[in-house]
C-alpha cells in the first residue's frame, strides 16, 4: 500500500488520507525478454502550466538566484505556514 492525501490544494483540516494499492501503479512492460511489472513513467507535461512557468523564467534563473526554500513540512502552526501547497500544485489548479 501507498499512502496517498486528496485536497491538498485546500486546507490541511479537509484533506482525505487514503492508501493505494501499489499493484494499481503497475503496467507488464518487456524487460531483458521478459514481462516485468513496472510503475508507468510520468513525464513532463511541456504544454503544462508548471513547465510553462518554468520556461518563462528561465533566462531570469540561469543568471541570478530565485531559489525559495520554504522549510520542512509543517502539520501544525499557523495557517500561513500550515497550508501552503507546492508551486507545482499552485499553478496546477491556476
Do not use: H
Not at 43 to 72: H, I
Not at 82 to 93: A, N, S
Amino acid at each position: 500500500m501507498l499512502a496517498a492525501i486528496k485536497n491538498t490544494t485546500k486546507p490541511a483540516a479537509e484533506w482525505i488520507a487514503g492508501g493505494v494499492p501499489i499493484t494499481m501503479m503497475m503496467n507488464l512492460e518487456k524487460r531483458n525478454g521478459k514481462m516485468k511489472p513496472v510503475i508507468r513513467k510520468a513525464l513532463v507535461e511541456l504544454d503544462g502550466a508548471p513547465f510553462k512557468y518554468f520556461a518563462s523564467k528561465r533566462d531570469e534563473w540561469a543568471k541570478q538566484t530565485a531559489y525559495v526554500y520554504p522549510g520542512p513540512i509543517q502539520y501544525w502552526g499557523p495557517t500561513e505556514v500550515c497550508d501552503q501547497t507546492t508551486k507545482t500544485l499552485q499553478l496546477e489548479q491556476a
